[in-house]
């Protein structure tokens, strides 16, 4: 039987109207029309597209008229739409949805195309003629098309000759749903859609298709037939949020689920799937549904999927996103098409959920624990030992890494403790106890300290340190897309990446078998989380450029020598990585220096002296922090770690924030620009050019370039070695090397005014600009002839301050006055003798408080001392005014005297003052030299308590004619520790818990050192009893506190001449053993140094972790002897006096204190006491 077709229209048919509709750049029907000012109108994508190849705020080219024009902000949305194109698309629609309801029945004269012979599956319904599929994309290009099988729900008898056989199980879908539907699509730019055929049309990348209707009770289900299965079939279907990427297949991303064709594999939400059901070709249909009936408790829902109408599985249970869930279609081969069948209702034949899917794709694991998806590992080792077990590491076999790109991610939960963490690639075959990249056959870096470890333990710099919330990512790149790469020694591109940002690309060689993701997890609590299959192509641009880069990098830095940047010897660098002295306040990671502290300072030393060789480094600014207080410099060796480079003497120093140099002051003077994140910062040390005996020059450079000419410095007498400071909170920088350089200019700098005084009187300066000298005639009657100085630069303002003056000659009298003024105060007067001043007076230790009359205060000063001043102030305050109250205090060498003075702010604040009244009188300032210790100390003062009372007895009977007489007897020899008088005068209050710890009766009564109880002595021949039965052991001295042993006498039987006191018995003292880091006695354990000659530490030393990079053997008294051949398999070092031998492992052996940390607990250990000798 024959039926008649209408003749297909000729390309020639289409009306002008339908020209009008046509976009010129991409030669599609209309999106969102967009008009330029030339009158000339496009589809918003396509504008977009000019706009991202012409480049950021670049004018585009018309592509009709060639006109310039300049898109607002980039923002291709703020052109003006295209209104009489949208009244022509929105007639047209309504012209298709008239057409489809008045279809007339077709009739069929000839199953073959006339133009294609192909077959006549299709119809047009502007030329209400049946067409192939060819004419859909040719002649019918821009007709709206529909397939026959979908149409013909009204004729049945349509192409029934065809159908032959039992009929596959197929629900009916509304037409005009589908209509409806075909109208919501959000199309990627990799995907085509020509009425309800859906086509691939990118070249690598994965296109997808996201109906914008989401899934509902009666509408729960949707269906596609694979029309042409292209290169691979590599088409998967499924459902998703709203927000879901259309470059990503369904169920690779979180929220997503889906099934491919191509393997039959299920993928929830991860790029590693499970075998869930057959593979599709072409002309098999791929159905998904969401059983919205099912109650799987709040937010959750199962969904299902189905091949040629057979479902392939129990359902998936799955939470419900906030949105709901959207169909997807993905492809990913040239060629593939795919037709949209419709929606409908259709429940699942099994309304059981398959909770039990298991898609961990970790085929080997070691010491971690999966969670419920699969792809969340937490560590549950013990750490990371000195040999490197226990290390928790998974690697899958089923990704392995082949031709094309890769990709994959963890992104760390908690980093645990320590934050020892590493991702890379392994061959299959690499053992899981050892730390990728630490032997042949991987690579990988560690997110801790940042460095990349490619075959070996010695990692080179190459990233930032990763932290809690980090995306990290490694990925692989064939370098020849046609060679296979699971051939042994093919090279290849590996890369990493940090927050989806290209950090580094190295290139290597393949082990037999080929790459593998590899994990490893080293703290205590780190739980982090994979995803797989993440490339992107942003990922292969940011590539390509860190590829070209690195090639072309030599070649450039010939070329345009703008920044001059040395190069670093990475040998070098390891090696001094591996000498550093840090500071309280600092971390290091690697190559990465970073603040650790709350408001000191906090400083990073390089233990290696600058030489002729290496008389250069540089550090790059990484993070600038709050306030990017960071400084480098040079200084002495015993350069304190809690001041900024140039504060403190024999030190100098270039500051970022305010582009200051500090030479031995802390008073600065402008020197360069500012820095700040991205810019490096480089010191130097000019050895060759010749400026006398003992003297060098220092310079410094920012970018290279240097900032100022060299400053002459006297060079200590063991060298000057790098510092780094900082003093902001997260503040990082990164340790780029050591190098030779000369500077650009070998003639110093020593015209470099870095005097801080702005107003004086009688006195002149010394080189340094910090030295004063006097040079009146002294002191007259009237008061006349002060030498002073003030610095107006230097304000007390907010927080805390304090400046000192070291007397290096006191003159004839030692009358030198240390204090706060206004800055009108006159400078004929002495600090502190009238109204607006206070000052400290170090000829008669009294304090002077706006008039002439002084109150006893504090010691007398002579030659040598230092003096200082400082002020107290409320954080909370945030400027000085007139009125406020502050506390203003005095030092000694150090330490805090007498009690903080409460006075009012004069108008526009305090200023230093110091004043000089002696012939030959000379001092030294520092400033900004507040410290820890000064806190603490004034602190304590603030909020001591009353001290515990603690009788005693006399043996003097005169005490109280004493009183009568009312006169004060000295302590010889004796000095107050508290203020500092000496000798101490009047009641003498002894320490019973401190060694040598003193009292006068005003620090006594001002309940300083009120945590231990005191000994009253009246005078020095009073006999003290800590009770009746304990008496004095005559000529007997304890050998720890080198007190005389009241009491119970504790004597050694082993060592000559050696006795306790009853306070310290418990703290064992090793004869003539001093500690190498505090230089007193050792007492208690002992840690000798396994590897470096006579190193010894006490405990407190120990705790502080110093000289860490050696094992340390502890001793716990002077009489443990050493078990000779035996080594601690705990610590690494020899074992003293007990020693646990393991019964059941072959020769291991701990110590008494990895014993007491509970080392290797789960085995029985053997006690051996005494050595053990072979006697042959």
């Known amino acids: 039987m024959t039926h008649s077709l209408p003749t297909p229209c000729s390309p020639d048919d289409r009306g002008d109207e339908d020209e009008d509709l046509i976009c010129p750049v991409c030669q599609e029907e209309f999106k969102d029309p967009k008009f330029l000012p030339c009158h000339h109108y496009y589809c918003k994508d396509c504008i977009q597209q000019l706009v991202t190849r012409a480049g950021p705020r670049t004018p585009i080219s018309c592509p009709e008229c060639r006109t310039k024009t300049e898109v607002p902000n980039d923002d291709v949305s703020q052109l003006l739409p295209a209104f009489f194109v949208n009244k022509l698309l929105d007639k047209r629609k309504r012209e298709k949805l008239k057409m489809t309801s008045s279809l007339p029945a077709p009739t069929v004269s000839s199953a073959v195309c006339a133009l294609h012979s192909g077959v006549l599956d299709h119809f047009c319904t502007q030329c209400k003629a049946p067409i192939c599929l060819d004419c859909t994309l040719t002649v019918h290009k821009h007709h709206a098309c529909y397939s026959l099988e979908t149409l013909t729900g009204s004729h049945p008898s349509l192409f029934a000759e065809q159908r032959k056989g039992p009929v596959e199980p197929q629900p009916s879908m509304d037409v005009n749903v589908k209509l409806r539907i075909l109208q919501r699509l959000s199309v990627s730019s990799n995907s085509l859609v020509r009425g309800d055929i859906f086509m691939y049309a990118g070249k690598r990348e994965v296109g997808v298709v996201k109906i914008l209707e989401p899934m509902s009770p009666l509408l729960n289900y949707f269906e596609y037939e694979i029309v042409d299965r292209g290169e691979k079939c590599a088409i998967g279907i499924g459902v998703g949020e709203l927000e879901y990427p259309l470059d990503r297949m369904p169920g690779w991303n979180e929220k997503g689920i889906g099934y491919h064709a191509d393997d039959g594999y299920l993928y929830n939400q991860s790029g590693f799937g499970i075998q869930l059901g057959p593979t599709s070709t072409k002309g098999d249909r791929m159905g998904c549904g969401v059983d919205f009936d099912t109650d799987l408790g709040y937010g959750y829902v199962s969904v299902f999927f189905t091949r040629n109408g057979q479902q392939v599985s129990k359902p998936i249970k799955m939470k419900r996103p906030t949105h709901g869930l959207y169909p997807l279609v993905g492809m990913h081969s040239k060629g593939e098409k795919v037709r949209y069948l419709g929606h409908c209702r259709r429940l699942p034949d099994s309304v059981q959920p398959c909770t039990s899917v298991d898609i961990s794709p970790w085929v080997r694991s070691n010491g971690v624990k999966f969670l419920d998806d699969g792809l969340t590992l937490e560590y549950c080792g013990e750490g990371l030992q000195p040999e490197g077990q226990d290390v928790g590491a998974a690697q899958t076999l089923n990704y392995c890494m082949e031709r094309g790109n890769h990709h994959f991610e963890m992104v760390i939960q908690e980093s645990g403790k320590g934050g020892m963490l590493a991702i890379g690639l392994a061959s299959s075959t690499y053992p899981l106890h050892l730390c990728p990249g630490s032997s042949i056959g991987s690579i990988a870096y560690r997110t801790d300290n940042g460095l990349l470890y490619r075959g070996d333990e010695q990692g080179t710099p190459f990233g930032s340190v990763c932290t809690e919330g980090d995306t990290v990512g490694c990925g692989f790149q064939q370098c020849d897309d046609g060679v296979p790469v699971r051939a042994q020694g093919h090279e290849c591109n590996v890369f990493f990446t ?33 995803t797989f299959d993440t490339w992107t192509s942003y990922l292969e641009r940011a590539l390509s450029k860190v590829i070209a880069v690195k090639n072309s990098q030599a070649a450039k830095c010939k070329e345009s020598p703008v920044e001059r940047q040395p190069s670093m010897d990475v040998n070098v660098k390891l090696r001094i990585l591996q000498r550093l002295s840090i500071g309280r306040n600092s971390l290091v990671r690697g190559d990465i220096f970073m603040y650790a502290g709350d408001r000191e300072v906090g400083v990073v030393k390089i233990l290696e002296p600058m030489s002729p060789l290496l008389n250069y480094f540089e550090y790059e600014i990484v993070d600038r922090g709050e306030k990017c207080a960071i400084g480098i410099g040079v200084g002495e060796l015993e350069y304190p770690l809690d001041r900024m480079p140039g504060w403190n003497e024999k030190g100098i120093g270039y500051h970022a924030d305010d582009g200051y140099l500090y030479n031995q002051s802390g008073f600065g003077i402008q020197l360069g620009p500012t820095s700040t994140k991205g810019d490096r910062m480089g010191c130097g040390v000019d050895f060759d050019t010749d400026l006398g005996y003992g003297y060098v020059s220092v310079f410094f450079t920012r970018n290279g370039q240097q900032v100022s000419k060299p400053i002459k410095m006297k060079r200590p007498t063991h060298g000057l070695y790098p510092l780094v400071g900082m003093h902001s909170k997260g503040e990082k920088v990164r340790y780029l090397g050591h190098c030779r350089r000369l500077p650009d200019s070998v003639q110093p700098c020593t015209s470099v005014d870095i005097s801080p005084w702005v107003r004086s009187n009688g006195v002149k300066f010394l080189d340094d600009g910090l030295t004063l000298e006097y040079c009146g005639e002294g002191l007259q009657p009237e008061g006349q002839d002060v ?23 006191s003159g004839k009298g030692g009358m030198l006055a240390i204090g706060l003024a206004s800055s009108t105060y ?7 003798s009238s109204i607006g001043s206070i000052a400290y007076r170090t000829d008669n230790g009294l304090l002077y408080r706006g008039n002439e009359q002084g109150v006893a205060f504090g010691p007398v000063c002579a030659k040598g001392d230092i003096v200082g001043c400082g002020i107290q102030c409320d954080n909370a305050v945030l400027e000085q005014r007139q009125g406020h109250i502050c506390n203003v205090f005095f030092t000694k060498n150090g330490k805090v005297i007498g009690k903080p003075v409460q006075c009012s702010v004069p108008e526009g604040g305090f200023y230093p003052f110091v004043a000089l009244l002696s012939r030959g009188a000379k001092f030294r300032a520092t400033f900004d030299s507040w410290t820890r210790d000064i806190e603490i100390a004034l602190s304590k003062i603030s909020l001591v308590k009353q001290a515990p009372v603690v009788s005693y007895v006399s043996t003097d009977s005169s005490r109280a004619e004493e009183e009568e007489d009312g006169e004060k007897v000295l302590h010889l020899g004796v000095t107050c520790d508290g203020c500092g008088q000496q000798p101490l005068c009047g009641t003498r209050y002894k320490c019973t818990v401190c060694p040598n710890y003193d009292l006068c009766e005003r620090c006594k009564r001002w309940r300083c050192h009120s945590e231990h109880p005191m000994t009253a002595i009246n005078r020095p021949q009073d006999t003290i009893y800590y009770k009746k039965e304990e008496v004095l052991h005559p000529g007997v001295r304890c050998d720890i506190c080198s007190e005389p042993v009241y009491g119970t006498r504790y004597k050694c039987t082993v060592c000559p001449d050696y006795d306790l006191c009853v306070r310290n018995v418990g703290n064992i003292s090793h004869p003539n053993i001093y500690c190498d880091g505090c230089k007193g006695p050792v007492c208690g354990t002992r840690y000798k140094c396994t590897v470096c000659f006579n190193y010894d530490l006490c405990e407190q030393c120990r705790r502080k972790r110093r000289h860490v990079e050696h094992p340390m053997t502890a001793i716990k008294s002077p009489g443990d002897r050493c078990h000779e051949g035996v080594k601690c398999d705990g610590c690494g070092g020899d074992v003293y006096g007990t020693r646990f031998k393991c019964l059941e492992c072959y020769d291991y052996d701990l110590c008494w204190e990895c014993q007491g940390k509970g080392f290797h607990s789960a085995h029985k250990l053997k006690i051996i006491k005494e050595p053990l000798y072979r006697i042959d």
């Open 826 to 832: 006159p400078l004929h007067l002495c600090p502190g």
């Open 498 to 530: 940090v927050n989806h940002q290209v950090i580094g690309a190295v290139q290597c060689s393949l082990p037999e078998g080929g790459f593998y993701p590899f994990v490893a997890l080293l703290s205590l609590g780190a739980k982090v989380k994979v």
């Open 787 to 809: 030498g002073a100085a003030q610095t107006l630069n230097y304000c007390m303002e907010r927080g805390n301050h304090h400046f000192e003056m070291v007397i290096q000659e």
